[in-house]
């Protein structure tokens, strides 16, 4: 390997991993130059792949999102020799990833076991959402689900309303820590050369997130959702100006703080009792009426600018088209044009973190179209020849 390649350019992965959390962690790794081989079948693809007009348009939108750079070739587990070529698959690999329900690999006979006799020292991941174990363990669920199971879910939205679904946060937030824990078990094996399966619950990623609020319950306290608020800033919100649906994201974090907010506001006489912090704290409904009605009549954007000025923390809470057309991200590849013969030039999003001596990490390729790559892993990889593959396809092993 040379230094400028992809830090898991070699790195190969068997994708079982449907829906949106587990196909999040494997494109992660893609984008960081791993290989990555999604598995699926016409007759059982990726939910995800299907067209989902709840999204706003009448494409698959979602897995998009979760599946440019991967590779695809159909395999119709339910057929023995499928589940064979997919264990001469993973004998190639050194990462399989599936997100299905505890059980499902071991009936279709590609459970852990079964997977490390065909590689001695494969990485398994199961993202599931309450783990391979435990008296959970068989409820299936999505992402709304691991907030609410997980605590988050409670612990998000004002202190008079209801608990906030969480929905793609989860997912995502599931998928980065099961990237995290492959990567960990990646390089124990380069280290000691044996396999490892690593079990991560969805729910425990949750739970995970809202640490400070569990330590509070253990000690016989009742944790409540703090909305916009904090438990030492104020203001600390998000405000109403001028324009609608243009809101003004704001925190102080000191009384000088606060004295310059004043200033840029042209509010330096407002009442004594909010000079300090501990005031404003006790005060915090008080204050943030204030700043409602002296932002009401503001431009957001050049309100913004004048605060970061003067040293306070704010912005305007951008809208995705605001991300969309951002200079900045795209100078940096956050954003990255793709296109393809059949598909107009489109925004993606690319890989976050930077490396200064590597190429090849980010969004290489659009979304593969199901059994897209099947010559080059059939053929070249598993050496299955124009007739072989005929056969099987006519027997429905490759659908």
């Given at each position: 390997m040379t230094s400028r390649e992809?830090?898991?350019?070699?790195?190969?992965?068997?994708?079982f991993t449907i829906h949106a959390a587990g196909p999040y962690c494997t494109h992660l790794l893609s984008q960081l130059g791993a290989e990555c081989i999604k598995i699926e079948s016409r007759t059982r693809p990726d939910a995800f792949r299907k067209p989902h007009a709840v999204y706003g348009r009448m494409q698959a939108a979602t897995f998009d999102q979760v599946s440019a750079n991967k590779l695809s070739v159909r395999l119709n587990l339910k057929q023995p020799e499928a589940v064979a070529l997919a264990k001469r698959l993973v004998g190639l690999s050194d990462i399989a990833a599936e997100s299905f329900r505890p059980g499902v690999m071991n009936r279709l006979g590609l459970g852990f076991d079964e997977l490390r006799a065909a590689r001695p020292d494969i990485v398994l991941l199961?993202?599931?959402?309450?783990?391979?174990?435990?008296?959970?363990?068989?409820?299936?669920?999505?992402?709304?689900?691991f907030g609410a199971w997980g605590g988050l879910g409670w612990m998000s939205g004002y202190t008079d309303g209801p608990p906030v679904e969480m929905r793609h946060v989860m997912d995502h937030s599931a998928g980065m820590h099961a990237a995290l824990a492959t990567m960990a078990a990646l390089h124990q094996r380069r280290r000691t050369g044996a396999a490892q399966h690593v079990d991560l619950a969805a729910r425990e990623v949750a739970s995970a997130m809202i640490g400070d609020a569990l330590v509070l319950a253990s000690m016989g306290q009742t944790p409540v959702r703090p909305g916009n608020a904090d438990l030492a800033m104020s203001p600390h919100g998000v405000y109403p100006t001028a324009q609608p649906d243009r809101w003004l994201t704001l925190a102080v974090r000191n009384d000088q703080e606060w004295r310059a907010l004043l200033g840029a506001l042209g509010q330096e006489g407002a009442a004594a009792r909010f000079a300090t912090a501990a005031g404003r704290q006790q005060h915090a409904a008080e204050v943030d009426q204030l700043l409602t009605g002296w932002l009401a009549a503001c431009d957001a954007d050049a309100m913004a600018s004048r605060l970061q000025q003067a040293g306070v923390c704010a912005h305007v809470s951008w809208s995705l088209q605001d991300i969309a057309d951002d200079a900045h991200l795209r100078e940096r590849e956050a954003l990255v044009e793709v296109s393809a013969s059949d598909i107009p030039p489109r925004l993606a999003v690319g890989a976050p973190g930077r490396f200064d001596r590597t190429d090849g990490v980010g969004i290489r390729r659009l979304t593969p179209a199901l059994g897209q790559d099947e010559d080059y892993v059939f053929g070249e990889l598993l050496g299955l020849g124009f007739a072989q593959r005929a056969d099987l396809e006519a027997r429905e092993v490759i659908c």
């Open positions: 992809a830090p898991l350019t070699g790195v190969r992965i068997a994708d199961s993202l599931s959402a309450s783990g391979q174990s435990g008296p959970d363990s068989h409820f299936a669920g999505y992402a709304p689900l």
